[in-house]
């Protein structure tokens, strides 16, 4: 069994940080393929920024105010936040792409999402 779980959301002023974190637990082999969506009211679920095998890509709406790093040790993922905006409101979601065994297989697990509100 896989766990995902994110924590370090809540309310801050519009230019204001926050820092995310996502922690993944139980059986793993690998996890080097992580990434942070977020899903505003009404709107559809987008990706906000990924890492993969050290890799890092982000949305053009956060490039330059928003980091993402990985702690492979901890099995941990990061998310930095600065310079937030009204429009950073969302339900932000942790996706860890896992391979539970030396095989090729990996499996996608979420978390199950952390509010950032941001007031202007």
């Known amino acids: 069994q896989v766990q995902v779980v994110e924590s370090g959301g809540g309310l801050v002023q519009a230019g204001g940080s926050l820092r995310l974190s996502c922690a993944a637990s139980g059986s793993i082999f690998s996890c080097n393929d992580m990434r942070w969506y977020r899903q505003a009211p009404g709107k559809q679920r987008e990706l906000v920024a990924a890492?993969?095998?050290?890799?890092?890509t982000y949305a053009d709406s956060v490039k330059g105010r928003f980091t993402i790093s990985l702690d492979n040790a901890e099995n941990t993922v990061y998310l930095q936040m600065n310079s937030l905006k009204p429009e950073d409101t969302a339900v932000y979601y942790c996706?860890?792409?896992?391979?539970?065994?030396?095989?090729?297989?990996?499996?996608?697990?979420w978390g199950q999402g952390t509010q950032v509100t941001v007031s202007s």
């Open positions: 996706n860890a792409v896992i391979a539970p065994t030396p095989n090729p297989y990996k499996y996608s697990y």
């Open positions: 890492i993969t095998s050290g890799r890092t």
